[in-house]
């Protein structure tokens, strides 16, 4: 059965999630720490991800809306990611030492 995560995007700066050219991805963010794993490590191919403004209008996007909802599609590493040249224009804006880290994913939606 797949699974449903959810979290609020305090901010919507366009690439995190990044939805263009026929893709949402989440990559670099909503990483856990060394004693709780987050979504890009929980979340698997068939479950949905949802990302909700938060209450305050200041400071955070969508302000109690649906921001965005994505289907897991691939769940790629950081490393290929990074080779991959579907996603060469997402990945330049990621940190390519992070790539080598363990536990650090993209998810991937297509949406066309």
Same mark, same amino acid.
């Given at each position: 059965?797949?699974?449903?995560? *959810?979290?609020?995007?305090?901010?919507?700066?366009?690439? #995190? @999630?990044? @939805? *263009?050219?026929?893709?949402?991805?989440? #990559?670099?963010?909503?990483?856990? *720490?060394?004693?709780?794993?987050?979504?890009?490590? %929980?979340?698997?191919?068939? $479950?949905?991800? +949802?990302?909700?403004?938060?209450? $305050? @209008?200041?400071? *955070?996007?969508?302000?109690?809306?649906?921001? &965005? #909802?994505?289907?897991? $599609?691939?769940?790629?590493?950081?490393?290929?990611?990074?080779?991959? @040249?579907?996603?060469?224009?997402?990945? #330049?804006?990621?940190?390519? +030492? $992070?790539?080598?880290?363990?536990?650090? &994913?993209? %998810?991937?939606?297509?949406?066309?």
């Amino acid at each position: 059965m797949p699974g449903l995560f *959810s979290y609020v995007v305090q901010h919507d700066l366009g690439w #995190a @999630p990044n @939805p *263009s050219d026929g893709f949402c991805t989440l #990559a670099k963010c909503k990483y856990g *720490s060394a004693r709780k794993r987050n979504i890009v490590e %929980l979340a698997e191919v068939g $479950d949905w991800i +949802s990302g909700t403004g938060g209450a $305050d @209008p200041r400071v *955070s996007a969508g302000h109690g809306r649906l921001v &965005y #909802a994505m289907r897991v $599609d691939e769940k790629l590493t950081l490393a290929q990611y990074h080779a991959d @040249p579907r996603f060469a224009v997402r990945a #330049a804006g990621n940190e390519a +030492s $992070d790539a080598q880290l363990p536990r650090r &994913y993209a %998810l991937v939606c297509q949406t066309a």
